[in-house]
């Protein structure tokens, strides 16, 4: 069966610090990755997707990044953090052919 | 992928059904209606989805219309534990990209 991990579940980072969040899958090959923002009590909305290794798509220009340096892996990075970048982060894949989105558990992330 | 548009609340008494109403009036051909449910600080938990007929599993029923524009989800006999926020989106995850709306809280009262 198919598997996300994400880590950490929270994170308190300072303004102007680095962050990296990763995610991996396990019981699937070349799946569709995804990464949302959750802002408190509001919908997600997606930062990146990727449909294959280092093929990065990105929906709203800002202060993030994302990687896909393996096949199940995806990072989801910044070189310094606003207050703006914080929420609720949350990962997702996606096998293709209309299959289902799945989600991780998600990082709350608090950005002071 | 399409808009969707959801009311931003509904109640349902314990043990009653509980209907939740979508519409994605702009969708295209090839994209799937799909379902989500959020209880508070939890990854969304996919529920369903359909493409035109009605879909039926051990936690709800899809029934989409037959012009493919609106949809509604059915919780038949609702829980306490049922208590969500529910998501409806449209989208064809082949394309890749997809977007959720602000979906619908969903109180369950006893």
């Known amino acids: 069966s198919q598997t996300i991990h994400q880590w950490p579940a929270t994170l308190v980072q300072p303004v102007g610090s680095p962050l990296s969040l990763e995610c991996t899958v396990e019981?699937?090959?070349?799946?569709?990755l995804y990464w949302y923002r959750q802002a408190a009590g509001r919908g997600l909305q997606l930062l990146f997707y990727?449909?294959?290794?280092?093929?990065i798509s990105s929906e709203v220009p800002q202060n993030l990044s994302a990687s896909r340096p393996q096949d199940r892996q995806f990072i989801l990075s910044s070189k310094k953090l606003l207050l703006s970048d914080s929420g609720f982060y949350l990962c997702?894949?996606?096998?293709?052919?209309?299959?289902?989105?799945?989600f991780g558990n998600g990082t709350r992330l608090t950005v002071t | 992928d399409a808009k969707t548009t959801q009311p931003p609340s509904m109640d349902c008494a314990e043990g009653r059904a509980a209907n939740l109403p979508c519409n994605h009036s702009?969708?295209?051909?090839?994209?799937?209606v799909y379902w989500y449910r959020q209880i508070h600080s939890q990854g969304p938990q996919y529920i369903i989805h359909?493409?035109?007929n009605n879909e039926t599993n051990e936690m709800a029923s899809l029934i989409i219309t037959e012009d493919r524009k609106s949809s509604t989800l059915i919780l038949p006999h609702a829980t306490l534990r049922d208590t969500a926020v529910y998501y409806c989106?449209?989208?064809?995850?082949?394309?890749?990209?997809?977007?959720f709306g602000d979906g619908t809280t969903l109180t369950v009262k006893p």
């Open positions: 997702a894949h996606a096998a293709g052919d209309n299959s289902p989105l799945h």
């Open positions: 019981g699937t090959s070349n799946p569709n």
């Open positions: 990727s449909v294959g290794i280092g093929q």
């Open positions: 702009t969708i295209s051909g090839n994209e799937y």
């Open positions: 359909g493409l035109k």
């Open positions: 989106i449209a989208l064809n995850t082949n394309a890749g990209k997809s977007t």
